[in-house]
């Protein structure tokens, strides 16, 4: 049986996501036209864990308009393997404890 390749696989699907990912500080929250980005609502973003920011993501070659006319300005903008990469770090996911039963299992 061939070993599943994790990087490869993320790879791929970060080369094959036509999205761009913005930083966006939560005080900008009701700026936000949700009708030109992929999330519906401020309840369906996902938050840093000191709630101060926010990720929206949306087409590539499209730019929302409240970005575009400086309405809201991006802590910063990040392809799909880069937002993958911010959203493991400590201020986007908490560590994920394995009980000492399961370290045994494995």
Known sequence: MEEFDLDSY???ISENNN???A???LTDISLIDFSQIAQSSASTIRKSLDDTQFVIKW???YIP???MDGTVTPVGTYT???ILELMATSAWSEPIEVAKDEIKRR
């Open 10 to 12: 993320n790879y791929s």
């Open 80 to 82: 799909h393997k880069e």
């Open 65 to 67: 308009t409240f970005i």
């Open 59 to 61: 087409q590539e070659g």
């Open 23 to 25: 930083i966006i500080n």
């Open 19 to 21: 999205k761009t990912y």
